[in-house]
């Protein structure tokens, strides 16, 4: 899978040459045409889970965006999250897609304990809530239409009513999620606390997370979710595409929401390191960051290209699934039941909306999360979000890559927030109607009616 070296050894060719006689065969000034000092490392493995938004690492290598950066490159899909986790921590694996939960759960020590950085963000939405059939033919008499089909979004209130009914004939409700630290797991139990039911409760001596639950939530990997599903193991899941989409294929399950409609434009995957890794390999880092910027910043530049990157995506050895599969979300629509595809242009946002930005009001965000359902079991005050987020995000290396992007001509100073201070600001477009301010992460895990609040203790 990894290309060729020859190709990089031609570049470092032609560079070196027109670093001795003064200009390039297309005539620019030697100023221009000198290399900056190369990769540390050059030979590089990255890992990635089979879901769609795995796209920049892999547009990233098919169009040769790390060759550009002198980097040789091989992609290689990992079975589950943990698995990748762990070969990114013993270094079978240089940096890997995670979820962006991954590099904060392993710092503070919640499962693996692991020093992980990140300076990178693949992507905005991607994710949605999927329920079998049997659970759908009882939810969709509850909910309201609109011109003739269900009115979107479908809140968990609905579904509340179909959950009392089965705890009363002593039948439990089960869900899918990813990982512990997955966004799916946050976004999952973020709809159904919005809803009024409990997703459970994460406490040391039950690391399931189901204590006072209404709804089992178990891991299942994301390829095996429609499968899982259909066999009744599970009764619905929330996983990112093209999972979703299969199961409307296949005619297994049908997705009742999106994550763009829980929390508007909400971040996804990040590009992980260990670290020690980045501390060694400063260059490469900032290399990687540059192949990965322009992979999004084509992906989002226009229809065409997402066409092209859901051929890329289907090949067997990426994500694997049908190209009108991968299609039916990547290029601005979403099908929900069978038949009912609506437009949903901002379901995956690879660059527009400074998506790639490492911001840390991000982070604080999955530490309430991680804290509102007992992952993290003591309260802490503001500043020590603060701090972890520091830690483990890197704009510092993002924008060493995006100027110097900037300065060959590749992008442009507006592409980027230059000048922000790593915090969004208050942020609304969540279903429950609730703000978010990252700045004060204590007071808005107060706001919520299910959940720990600040100072509680499961």
């Given at each position: 899978m990894s290309k060729s070296s020859p190709s990089i050894q031609r570049r470092?060719?032609?560079?070196?040459?027109?670093?001795?006689?003064?200009?390039?065969?297309?005539?620019?000034?030697?100023?221009?045409?000198?290399?900056?000092?190369?990769?540390e490392k050059?030979?590089?493995?990255?890992?990635?889970?089979?879901?769609?938004?795995?796209?920049?690492l892999v547009v990233?290598?098919?169009?040769?965006?790390?060759?550009?950066?002198?980097l040789n490159v091989t992609l290689e899909a990992q079975a589950n999250w943990k698995v990748l986790l762990d070969r990114v921590i013993d270094g079978q694996l240089d940096g890997a897609h995670m979820l962006a939960g991954q590099p904060l759960g392993a710092t503070i020590g919640f499962g693996?304990?692991?020093?992980?950085?990140?300076?990178?963000?693949?992507?905005?939405?991607?994710?949605?809530?999927?329920?079998?059939?049997?659970?759908?033919?009882?939810?969709?008499?509850?909910?309201?239409?609109?011109?003739?089909?269900?009115?979107r979004p479908v809140k968990a209130d609905a579904l509340k009513k179909v959950v009392d009914k089965w705890k009363g004939q002593g039948k439990p409700f089960k869900m899918g999620k990813v990982f512990p630290v997955s966004t799916h797991n946050y976004e999952l139990r973020y709809w159904l606390a919005a809803g009024g039911l409990h997703p459970g409760y994460y406490t040391s001596g039950d690391v399931t997370g189901t204590k006072n639950a209404d709804v089992?939530?178990?891991?299942?990997?994301?390829?095996?979710?429609?499968?899982?599903?259909?066999?009744?193991?599970?009764?619905?899941?929330?996983?990112?595409?093209?999972?979703?989409?299969?199961?409307?294929?296949?005619?297994?399950?049908?997705?009742?929401?999106?994550?763009?409609?829980?929390?508007?434009?909400?971040?996804?995957?990040v590009f992980g390191v260990t670290r020690a890794w980045a501390d060694k390999n400063p260059r490469t880092h900032i290399a990687v960051?540059?192949?990965?910027?322009?992979?999004?910043?084509?992906?989002?530049?226009?229809?065409?290209?997402?066409?092209e990157a859901v051929k890329m995506l289907a090949k067997p050895n990426y994500v694997g699934a049908d190209a009108a599969v991968i299609g039916n979300s990547m290029t601005g629509t979403f099908e929900y039941e069978k038949g009912d595809k609506r437009p949903l242009p901002d379901f995956n946002v690879f660059f527009r909306y400074h998506a790639t930005y490492p911001f840390y009001s991000d982070a604080i965000w999955y530490l309430t999360q991680m804290r509102r359902w007992g992952q993290i079991t003591e309260t802490k005050p503001d500043s020590w979000y603060l701090d972890v987020a520091r830690k483990v995000y890197r704009p510092d290396v993002y924008l060493q890559a995006a100027k110097a992007l900037?300065?060959?001509?590749?992008?442009?100073?507006?592409?980027?927030?230059?000048?922000?201070?790593?915090?969004?600001?208050?942020?609304?477009?969540?279903?429950?109607?609730?703000?978010?301010?990252?700045?004060?992460?204590?007071?808005?895990?107060?706001?919520f009616k299910i959940g720990l609040k600040a100072n509680d203790a499961v």
């Open positions: 470092r060719f032609i560079a070196g040459t027109t670093a001795v006689l003064g200009t390039s065969a297309l005539g620019l000034p030697a100023a221009r045409a000198q290399k900056s000092a190369p990769p050059e030979v590089l493995k990255f890992g990635f889970i089979k879901l769609t938004d795995c796209a920049p990233a290598y098919e169009k040769q965006f790390f060759e550009d950066e002198g693996t304990k692991a020093d992980i950085v990140t300076a990178f963000s693949m992507d905005l939405n991607g994710n949605g809530i999927t329920v079998s059939n049997a659970v759908w033919e009882e939810l969709k008499p509850l909910l309201p239409t609109e011109g003739g089909r269900i009115k089992l939530l178990s891991v299942t990997p994301p390829p095996q979710m429609p499968a899982t599903m259909e066999a009744g193991t599970i009764n619905g899941y929330c996983v990112g595409e093209p999972w979703n989409q299969q199961a409307v294929f296949k005619g297994v399950g049908v997705p009742v929401i999106t994550d763009l409609e829980i929390w508007k434009n909400n971040p996804e995957k960051v540059k192949a990965l910027i322009r992979a999004c910043m084509w992906l989002d530049a226009s229809m065409a290209n997402r066409i900037i300065s060959e001509g590749k992008a442009k100073e507006a592409d980027f927030p230059m000048k922000t201070d790593g915090f969004k600001g208050p942020q609304d477009g969540f279903i429950d109607g609730i703000v978010y301010d990252g700045r004060k992460p204590n007071e808005y895990l107060n706001k």
